[in-house]
């Protein structure tokens, strides 16, 4: 059975940073690229972050220079250190993966940021 559970959101002020994480089970974690999304309220989901397999890096237009993506194999783990935040990146956060044996798509219950003007 995989799992994704997110964990770091809460309430923080513009200018703020928080760290998310994702630990994942049921999957070979190594394998797998992995992905932040997020869905503000009345919005789309949208992209935020990529991590290919071996860490590296891609990212939307509107994080570049303030998020950065991270993972760690041997913990299951990937990350989202977010610097300073913006009221605009108020929304739930979703760790995403699909399986690259199975080729399914498993999401996160998702983890909620809030930032404060």
């Known amino acids: 059975q995989v799992q994704l559970v997110e964990s770091g959101g809460g309430l923080v002020q513009a200018g703020g940073s928080l760290r998310l994480s994702c630990e994942a089970s049921?999957?070979?974690?190594?394998?797998?690229?992995m992905r932040w999304y997020r869905q503000a309220p009345g919005k789309q989901r949208e992209l935020v972050a990529t991590i290919t397999p071996d860490g590296n890096p891609g990212y939307v237009d509107s994080v570049k220079g303030r998020f950065t993506i991270s993972r760690v194999n041997a913990q299951n783990t990937m990350y989202l250190q977010m610097n300073s935040l913006k009221p605009e990146d108020t929304a739930v956060y979703y760790c995403y993966v699909r399986d690259s044996v199975t080729r399914n798509d498993y999401w996160g219950l998702g983890t909620q940021v809030t930032v404060s003007s």
């Open positions: 049921g999957i070979i974690f190594r394998l797998n690229p």
